[in-house]
């Protein structure tokens, strides 16, 4: 978490992190928005600063002139220095470097970071474009007036964020009260819709259809201020296929069944993730009994969670499991598309997929435990895209570093929906 | 634009093109969504091959096997070809370079460029995390299997993206209309409020707050199916300040200025980006005033657009009148805070600000004119938070191929709205 960055920097021996955040990028910046919070910061720069003799990071954001309102109050909710891209003219900078743009940024670095005290060794994080940040990490190298740093795997910032505090669990558990309030609306929205022979229909006489549902969902996460990417709702043979979104014109029908997973983001910048297959009026008892495995190895997986046992025993387990009942997994084979074709979980937060993760022990290369202050999913499923059916249980989860486990998420997981 | 691209490979001596999709940013990778329109491809790549004897470019879209639905649905819209990673045993990779995961992704880039006929000059392009992009095309540098290229200003895909074709201009047109339904509801919902003194009540009795213009505004779009990033609704001082987002708890007052600047995505991923200031019930002369006069030079630039003068003649006479009239310009002042104090307009599309620019003659060293096919906005102002006010008049065109000039915003531009 957070307040691990300071330690992390001394193991990593790195003595500043560089966060930029170009124009247009800032809303899956996550590297940036882990600082700043909900900031409307059109583009900027985040500098950390450890000082050896200090006992707190130093955390700027470094924002252009036209930004200083939307950055003040960022900074003023998450404790952040401020610093203005106005204290540098970039006329003179630019007749300096004739005119070269990338000559002229490595100059504004080189002031920027001359005027904040940054020096030794620094970490550069953030998304942009894929060449020109190697063309710019590349000229730094060369200008030679700090020792870039560079991470592949387990860059700091992902290491921080494996880990929430409290207050970034208490973001996440309002993400998910905000998301239950959509997908319990959504339940009813359903069940206000007058059923003839196995279709639902619309007071105007049309069935209603996975668009219509989508339109409805979009409309109540708007009305929450929820933020989403877009929602699986797929029903039948498309909640056979985990990540298929749903096909806009499919009428909703009886007795098949429908995997609604809903992962919107909060103002705070942090994701909710939760799914639930629902089976409106009735299930077939081959749905039925895949749905009832589906909640033994999610319970058992719930059972198991703490921050001591390797964490690929969940998927070993959940493989157990699926392939004592007779159904497929990956463990057998990776590229199968029948039966248990995914993970069970995943970590998340500003991301909706991040570390920790739930490997299969081969995949994993090692023993590493869940670490106290995770969050993740556990999401097994079962899927038959030939048989026209899917299904999927998936639930949140808090490893308090306190030691004790929090399901984050309440909402009621009942397969089949009265009609 | 996209049919110019053979061309500029060509120009380039670009044999391939690979545009990369990282899990989680697809959003605002606009690179990627340049090729397959809204897709819900949680990652893969785009594979761009130009083949000397062949008349058209071939583009592939590789896609992890989980999203085989949405790749196949992004496909059949954008005449893509499809080829899924299913294809490559990662756990064999995996083995075969001893868990390292970064020599594991050259060797999937190795075998992929392989089967799909990749060689030569290769450009790579998309967002990433910055140091794993440095980290990644610094190693396939090294293994040296195709030429790396990579571009810093003015790379390919901005440069196609520089102008739009009619179908790009179809999607805008149609964002401009939809996010022009938007805020003449706004207006109406404004004027439905009851006054009591200068300021607007709710039915509860309260005030009514630029939190609750702007809870209205992103119900209507997402009623509409619009994506916003983020609105601007800034009253009196805060319209001041162009990039102030706006005060949640700021009451809705008549006789000062709000600046509403609203920038929503249609799915297909291209913006419409439209600002109106109003003044409710009625305005001060000094806002009249300074109102007529963003008028006046937003209605100058609109009767000058062409493809034919240079770009920077549009500020340059912005400035020009601005300060005849005395107001400061960022031609005599690049750090102003009171004025005109940013640019006249910017090229917009799948991102809200791209190429072409409007820059001043001093700033951006050449006589281009407006690219045939460019779509950018006019966007004067004045602003003067001291005095508590700010105004924009923003509207937005197409520079059409055939020669004429098309503005794609038709809202009113009335700065008072009788209450």
Redesign the interface.
Known sequence: MKSDLSQLMRERELDALMI?CP??????N??FLYFTGPA?V?HGHIIVVRRPDAPDLEVTLVHA??????AARAAARAGLRLHSL?NY???EI?RAVN?D??AGQVELTRRLFHDLGVQGRV????????????????ALVDANFVEVV????N?ILSEARKTKDAQEAAQIRLACRLTEQVIGATRDFLRRHRVSGETLFKPDGNPLTVGDVK?FI??E???L?LDD??CIFAIGR?AG?????GTAGDPIQLGRTIVFDIFPRWPGGYYADITRTWCLGYATDEVLQAYALVREVHDRAEAMLDTIRPAWEYNEMACDLFEAHGHPTPRQN??L?AGY??SLGHGFGL???EAPSMRLK??T?NDDPLPAGSIITNEPGLYYPDKGWGVRLEDDYWLNPNGTVERLTEFDPELVIPM
Chains 1, 2 share one sequence.
Request: glycine share 14%; charged share 25%; net charge negative.
């Open positions: 930029s124009d247009g990028l800032a809303s899956v996550t590297s409307h059109t002139p036209m930004e200083r309102d939307e106005g003219d970039m006329r630019h005119g743009r990338l970490g550069f994080y953030g998304v942009d474009e894929r060449g020109s940040s190697y063309i710019f990490l590349d560079v991470e592949y795997d860059d339109s979009r409309r996460e708007a009305a201020g990417p877009g498309d296929v985990p990540h298929s979104a990776p590229g598309t074709v995914h991301a909706v997929h081969a995949l290369g």
